[in-house]
C-alpha cells in the first residue's frame, strides 16, 4: 500500500528515486501530475477513497467526466455485469463494502492507463466478480501492478513477483505460486550457505586457538631455556 502511495505520488517519505518516462517523479508539477493520472495511472486503493454522501453513479461520472474516457451506455453495462445497477442512485455510505469496492473497481477502469495499481481488489468481491476483473485485466493487455493476500488471484495474474524486505527488493518470474518454489529453494541454498560458513568460521576459529597455543608453548620453552 505505502509503495502505491509512493508511486502514485501521494507519498514522498522515502528514500530514493522513483523514475516515470525517465524523470523523477520528485520534480513533478501539479499539472504533471494531473495528466499522468488522467492518462497514465490509474488506481484501485484499498480504502476507496468514495465519496459517502454523492451515490455510486455520482462517484463514477466524477472521474469519467475528467477523462470523458467511456460512454454511459458502457458504465451503466459494468454496474450491471458487477450487480449493482439497483444500487447506481443509492448514497455510497448506505452501501456495504463489497459493493462500494465494486463502485471503486469502476470508477478506476473509467480511464485510459499504462499501469493499473490494484490494492487488496479481491478482499470483498465474490467469485463471479473476481473471474470477470481477471478476464478484464487480461484482455486489456496493460500492466498491473498487484498488492494482495489473495494467492489465487495472484497465481491467474501475476507474471513477475516481487518481495520488498529490509528495504530491499528482489524480483522472481512467474506467478506466487512459482515465487513460494523459488523462495523456497533460495532459502534452502542461503542455509547451505550460512551452515558453510559457519563449519569454515569454526575450523578457522579452531587452527587460530591452535596457533595460540603453540605460540604460548614456544614463549614458555624459550623462557625456560633462558633460565
Avoid at 520528485?26 to 492518462?39: A, C, D, F, V, Y
Avoid at 448514497?91 to 478506476?108: D, E, K, N
Wanted: with cysteine; net charge neutral; aromatic share 12%.
Amino acid at each position: 500500500s505505502s509503495l502505491c502511495s509512493y508511486i502514485y505520488g501521494y507519498r514522498d517519505d522515502y528514500q530514493g528515486i522513483i523514475g516515470f518516462d525517465g524523470k523523477n517523479i520528485r520534480s513533478l508539477g501539479m499539472n504533471e501530475w494531473t495528466e499522468i493520472r488522467k492518462k497514465s495511472i490509474s488506481m484501485l486503493f484499498q480504502e476507496l477513497r468514495l465519496f459517502a454522501e454523492l451515490t455510486a453513479w455520482e462517484n463514477v461520472q466524477i472521474k469519467n467526466s475528467l477523462t470523458g474516457f467511456k460512454s454511459k451506455n458502457e458504465i451503466k453495462e459494468w454496474f450491471e455485469r458487477l450487480d449493482i445497477a439497483d444500487k447506481m442512485q443509492s448514497p455510497v455510505g448506505r452501501m456495504s463494502f463489497g459493493q462500494q469496492q465494486r463502485v471503486a473497481l469502476i470508477r478506476a477502469l473509467c480511464q485510459p492507463f499504462d499501469f493499473i495499481f490494484l490494492d487488496e481488489p479481491t478482499s470483498h468481491l465474490d467469485i463471479d466478480t473476481v473471474e470477470w476483473l481477471e478476464d478484464f485485466l487480461l484482455d486489456s493487455h496493460t500492466a498491473c501492478v498487484v498488492i494482495s493476500h489473495d494467492r489465487y488471484f495472484l497465481d491467474k495474474m501475476a507474471t513477475r513477483t516481487v518481495e520488498i524486505s529490509n528495504g530491499k527488493t528482489r524480483e522472481y518470474k512467474g506467478n506466487y505460486s512459482a515465487f513460494i518454489m523459488k523462495k523456497m529453494l533460495d532459502l534452502d541454498r542461503m542455509q547451505k550457505e550460512y551452515d558453510k560458513y559457519v563449519t569454515q568460521k569454526k575450523k578457522q576459529e579452531e587452527i587460530a586457538e591452535k596457533l595460540h597455543q603453540d605460540q604460548r608453548f614456544l614463549t614458555t620453552h624459550k623462557t625456560r631455556q633462558k633460565l
